[in-house]
């Protein structure tokens, strides 16, 4: 085993494994950054498009492939593999339909394929160790194969959780993929959380199975995986979320926890001329500015970005608009005009220090870059972890919730309105708390509890710290 942290003075060299999807990879390549300015050695691992981001960071890139899907930034204009254009149109075709409907295509395809060809990501990592040998690797808790590979391998890792961190499941009463809790206004009915929660438990159960397979084969002396989906590293997790005093808890042991608050820049480049003129062309004759932005997926939802713009102009005086479109920017081009800027991406963390409130889809980077900005957010969630997160948006008082969808023109417009309005209650105290942390704090809590380690995986696991 190698040894761990600082030895005879030399910096540990560092790993940070990212899977190729722009909303993931810009988190983790500010984190290999923060590691590096803490004393790292860091090394950031991703697909071949996200050199620049390690570029940006100032952290050395390493290309490695260890998943099919991909996303550079607009989803759907991302060149995909065979078959996953057809079903990220499903994805987008099922948040039509309301959120039930929306988890339920994502648990279908997470049961299909997010454990495909763990050999040869087994392979890939034990090459790419034998090449750098790093002290330590930091990996997406969603990298699955990754996970189980480095637990295979007996290599010693740290845990960065991209989202809410219920995507480290605590107990077993709720199965992954169904959310701990729902915004007010989103309450699916029993029948369809039934449906949900087995169709859930289902592919947990055989997703666990195939990881038991896995190590039985590639690591017969390790201790077993057990559950797939909460298997982390047995010392270090990190979240780049506010440790809100409600959030699920975990077993009395367990690694460490360490709540960063965000994990972004803590500022974002001038994006240039052409950006400084839109945001002053628009602030001319308007008094307040909304960026609306709902990920790099969910652009694809024109329909929803229409009616949020209408409704903007129809019941909030005086307010101006960003859009971010993705490969739809095109097709509500005629939306823009004096008071509306349409553009297939944006320079989101600049603009948010310029605008006066944000329209997001309830992404943890989006949550988390309004809150260290300040800016009062309306989330509208559609998938994933986004009702969870939406949920504690609007219990910390620091954003409004709406379901996408049952909006129209009238109720949108209302809703923009309120936003800009009233003052949401925590905002200004969270905003603090966030800005307190961020990944240089993250970065020094895993240099010291990495450093901390024997270099062993525990048989037993330590006792849980949150921090």
Request: with cysteine; net charge neutral; hydrophobic share 40%.
């Amino acid at each position: 085993m190698k040894s761990s942290g600082f030895v005879s003075g030399r910096a540990p060299r560092v790993v940070v494994v990212s899977p190729p999807f722009a909303s993931h990879a810009q988190p983790l390549s500010v984190l290999a950054g923060a590691l590096a300015s803490a004393g790292a050695d860091a090394v950031f691992a991703s697909g071949p498009s996200f050199e620049d981001f390690a570029d940006r960071a100032g952290v050395t890139f390493v290309p490695l492939t260890v998943t099919r899907n991909a996303n550079t930034g607009v989803a759907r204009s991302t060149r995909q593999a065979p078959g996953e254009a057809q079903r990220l149109e499903e994805f987008i075709d099922s948040t039509r339909r309301g959120p039930v409907s929306a988890l339920l295509t994502q648990t279908h395809h997470r049961g299909r394929d997010m454990l495909a060809g763990p050999e040869r990501t087994l392979a890939a990592l034990r090459a790419l160790d034998a090449r750098l040998r790093p002290d330590w690797y930091v990996v997406d808790q969603l990298s699955y194969p990754v996970t189980l590979a480095l637990h295979c391998l007996g290599l010693r890792y740290a845990t960065f959780c991209p989202g809410h961190p219920t995507y480290v499941p605590g107990s077993d009463d709720l199965p992954f993929g169904v959310p701990y809790a729902w915004p007010r206004e989103i309450r699916p009915g029993e029948g369809e959380l039934a449906e949900l929660r087995a169709a859930a438990e289902a592919v947990e159960t055989a997703f666990t199975g195939r990881f038991a397979d896995v190590a039985r084969v590639h690591a017969p002396g390790a201790r077993p995986p057990g559950r797939a989906f909460a298997l982390t590293s047995p010392y270090a997790v990190a979240f780049g979320y506010p440790a809100f005093p409600w959030l699920p808890g975990h077993p009395e042991h367990g690694p460490s926890l360490l709540y960063g608050g965000h994990c972004g820049p803590d500022t974002e480049p001038d994006p240039g001329p052409k950006w400084g003129e839109v945001v002053r062309r628009l602030r001319a004759g308007h008094d307040r500015l909304v960026l609306i932005a709902l990920g790099t997926f969910l652009s694809a939802r024109d329909d929803v970005l229409a009616l949020l713009v209408k409704g903007l102009r129809a019941h909030v005086p005086g307010a101006a608009a960003v859009v971010a479109a993705g490969d739809r920017a095109a097709a509500l081009s005629a939306l823009a005009g004096p008071g509306v800027h349409v553009e297939a991406t944006v320079p989101q963390r600049w603009l948010l220090g310029k605008v006066d409130a944000m329209v997001h889809h309830g992404g943890n980077n989006s949550f988390t870059e309004c809150l260290v900005s300040g800016v009062p957010a309306l989330v509208l969630p559609f998938s994933s972890d986004q009702f969870a997160i939406a949920h504690d948006a609007e219990r910390a008082g620091v954003a409004r919730c709406v379901d996408p969808s049952r909006l129209d023109e009238r109720s949108a417009g209302q809703a923009l309105r309120q936003l800009l309005d009233e003052p949401l209650p925590g905002l200004g105290g969270w905003s603090r708390w966030v800005g307190r942390r961020g990944p240089a704090w993250t970065a020094r809590g895993l240099i010291r509890e990495m450093s901390g380690t024997d270099g062993v995986h525990p048989a037993a696991p330590t006792v849980l710290r949150v921090r």
